[in-house]
Structure formats: C-alpha cells, structure tokens
C-alpha cells in the first residue's frame, strides 16, 4: 500500500504565502510524475502544477508566475510554493504521485486533500 500525506493548508489573507508538502510512503518502488490539484465548491478538480521525477515542471496558467513545485526525491516528497495568493487561489489541495510498487507495476494515488483558505 501506498499512501500520500499532505501538510500545509491553512487560512491566508490575499497576498500572503503558504507551502504545502506532500510526503508518499510505503511499497514504493519508485516515483514519475508528482502533482498538486485542487478543487473549488462547485468546481472541478484542475490541475496546479506537476514535477517528473528528473525535475521538468509544467504549471497551470492560471497560477504561472506565483507558484513554484519542487520535489526531494530521496524524500519521496513534493512541495507547493504558494506566493501572491488570490481569493481565487481557496480550494481543497490534492496531492497525487504516479508510483511503481514494483519495476512493472505503477498507478497513481492520491492524498486526503488540504483546505487553502485566501480571504480578501
């Protein structure tokens, strides 16, 4: 079993920052990609930002610019930089990794999710 802990969320006013960390842990063979989504009231799940295992990064354009993803590999860990943040920005904050359990195997999983507050 695989499983992903997120930590980080928390109420922000409008400007401020905020970092999230996502930790895998378990069978792990070995991690691809790592991602954060996030879903809004209402909304759908969309895309942040992800990170493959060599370091390429790939952003949502509605956060470019104020966001940075990174990732520890030794870790099996990635963060979410979150800067100039945006009542927008509020929504739960999902973690997701692409995992092996073994050289063959892979699938993705994802963490419990964190509540990002933004008031205004």
């Known amino acids: 079993q695989v499983q992903l802990v997120e930590s980080g969320g928390g109420l922000v006013q409008a400007g401020g920052s905020l970092r999230l960390s996502c930790a895998a842990s378990g069978s792990i063979f070995s991690i691809n990609d790592m991602g954060w989504y996030r879903q809004a009231p209402g909304k759908q799940r969309e895309l942040v930002a992800t990170?493959?295992?060599?370091?390429?990064?790939n952003y949502a354009d509605s956060v470019k610019g104020r966001f940075i993803i990174s990732r520890d590999n030794a870790k099996n860990t990635v963060y979410l930089q979150m800067n100039s943040l945006k009542p927008e920005d509020t929504a739960v904050y999902y973690c997701?990794?692409?995992?092996?359990?073994?050289?063959?195997?892979?699938?993705?999983?994802w963490g419990q999710g964190t509540q990002v507050t933004v008031s205004s």
């Open positions: 990170v493959t295992s060599g370091g390429r990064t």
């Open positions: 997701n990794a692409d995992v092996y359990t073994s050289r063959y195997y892979h699938r993705g999983y």
